[in-house]
T-cell receptor, first 114, second 111 residues
Framework: DARVTQTPRHKVTEMGQEVTMRCQPI?????VFWYRQTMMQGLELLAY????????DSGMPKDRFSAEMPDATLATLKIQPSEPRDSAVYFC????????????FGSGTRLTVV | QKEVEQDPGPLSVPEGAIVSLNCTYS??????FMWYRQYSRKGPELLMY????GNKEDGRFTAQVDKSSKYISLFIRDSQPSDSATYLC???????????FGQGTRLTINP
């Protein structure tokens, strides 16, 4: 089965440190999403890319978050500096242009900032 | 107020019961309506999606969309313990565009 691979699965870091999360989308998928999930807010869209170009990053705190796709097989989400309120599960999902049935989520990166 | 509202539950029912999960929304531009299932420590997986209004059935699962009321439902018949998970509704105004999710309803099916 094709899958979206996210690394690391878990990350504990101290406040102020840089955090980098990585995502390998499914081969052939041209749309990549970053979502954040918390108990209070649920799933929130942070940013998404189509054909590696950023389409929308309005859900992302610009001062500390950045998202990139250096190539078609890698998407990254960076937080610098990290804060305790960034503690959440970060999901990457990839899909194709034709419709929602093509979305596949990774298993997420569980981030804890202490 | 959130664009998509979903009762977070938790909801606990006996095995074999019919389960009804619901979401309301405020954005009339939404055209695609989806239900995702999320097991603990896993990413959401797509269960069903519906375009515009109407019903869709897949095995024990039925999705309904009422655009006039801005209300969607997921029914699970003959519920099984393996159906225990968090169910999230999601919507978008175009295919393969960003999804707006509900809070998710945690469901437990008791044997």
């Amino acid at each position: 089965d094709a899958r979206v691979t996210q690394t690391p699965r878990h990350k504990v870091t101290e406040m102020g440190q840089e955090v980098t999360m990585r995502c390998q989308p499914i081969l052939g998928h041209n749309t990549v999403f970053w979502y954040r999930q918390t108990m209070m807010q649920g799933l929130e869209l942070l940013a998404y890319f189509r054909n590696r170009a950023p389409l929308d990053d309005s859900g992302m705190p610009k001062d500390r978050f950045s998202a990139e796709m250096p190539d078609a097989t890698l998407a990254t989400l960076k937080i610098q500096p990290s804060e305790p309120r960034d503690s959440a599960v970060y999901f990457c999902a990839s899909g194709i242009l034709t419709g929602p049935e093509g979305y596949t989520f990774g298993s997420g990166t569980r981030l804890t900032v202490v | 107020q959130k664009e998509v509202e979903q009762d977070p539950g938790p909801l606990s029912v006996p095995e074999g019961a019919i389960v009804s999960l619901n979401c309301t929304y405020s954005n009339s531009a939404f055209q695609y309506f989806m239900w995702y299932r999320q097991y603990s420590r896993k990413g959401p997986e797509l269960l069903m999606y519906t375009y515009s209004s109407g019903n869709k059935e897949d095995g024990r699962f039925t999705a309904q969309v009422d655009k006039s009321s801005k209300y969607i439902s997921l029914f699970i018949r003959d519920s099984q313990p393996s159906d225990s998970a968090t169910y999230l509704c999601a919507m978008s105004n175009q295919g393969a565009q960003k999804l707006v999710f509900g809070q998710g309803t945690r469901l437990t099916i008791n044997p």
